[in-house]
């Protein structure tokens, strides 16, 4: 079973969209900033990011 | 046409998908995902829209995947009538090659006493054959 925050997992869902309609990302540096959180996230399970601006 | 069994590969570990979005990308039925969920997929949480992790949903279709697979263990036979590996009856088989390096392990079915055939090359024969007793049909002599 995977461990994770529900409550991030929505907000890094948020800020995919907003990086993907707004700032017109592409799909790559979407899933490479998906990669690079997620790896925070591994290393820091606790951190929740709600107090980080979009 | 839909696929029976779709790609595990197409889905992205570090992203979420809704339902919708999980049956787009996977090419199937929105009610196929959502009777996945029913059938153990986790979800995120409980709140709507139903999140699913693409690692929990990629571990999820890998399993199904390989569920239905009978590998056969060494000195094995695949019956394709009683749909299972078995071991030829006596523990013999006959190695009949069709070229140099490749052939077909022939035995009898135990319970359904029908032929059974395993792919086998002569290379990894030692590795395939378990306790079998193999024996070595000679190639018939072509004319040239």
């Known amino acids: 079973m995977t461990k ?3 409550e991030n997992v929505r907000i890094k869902r948020r800020y995919f969209g ?3 309609e ?3 990302c592409s799909e ?3 899933d490479a900033t998906a990669k690079a959180l997620s790896r925070f996230e591994e290393w820091n ?3 929740e990011l709600s107090g980080f601006p979009p | 046409m839909r696929k029976r069994r779709p790609n595990h590969r197409l889905v992205k570990i570090h992203r979420s998908y809704t339902v919708e979005e999980a049956a787009r990308r996977l090419g199937t039925h929105k009610n196929t995902v959502r009777a996945w969920l029913r059938d153990g997929l986790p979800s995120c949480d409980t709140r709507r829209p139903t999140l699913i992790l693409g690692c929990d949903l990629a571990a999820y279709l890998k399993a199904r995947r390989i569920k239905n697979k ?7 036979i695949y019956c394709v009538c009683c749909r299972a590996p078995k071991r030829p009856a006596g523990n013999m088989a006959e190695y009949q090659p069709n070229s140099a390096s490749l052939g077909n392990l022939v035995g009898i079915c ?3 006493e029908g032929m059974i055939y395993r792919r086998a090359s002569k290379a990894k024969l030692i590795e395939i054959r378990g306790n079998l007793d ?4 000679e190639a018939e002599r072509r004319v040239k």
Do not use: S
Request: with cysteine.
């Open chain 2, 134 to 137: 193999i024996t070595f049909a």
């Open chain 1, 45 to 47: 399970p606790a951190q």
């Open chain 1, 4 to 6: 994770h925050n529900p």
């Open chain 2, 70 to 76: 009978r590998p056969c263990q060494p000195g094995e």
């Open chain 1, 22 to 24: 707004a700032k017109q």
């Open chain 2, 110 to 112: 135990p319970d359904c």
């Open chain 1, 28 to 30: 790559a540096t979407v």
């Open chain 1, 18 to 20: 907003w990086l993907q």
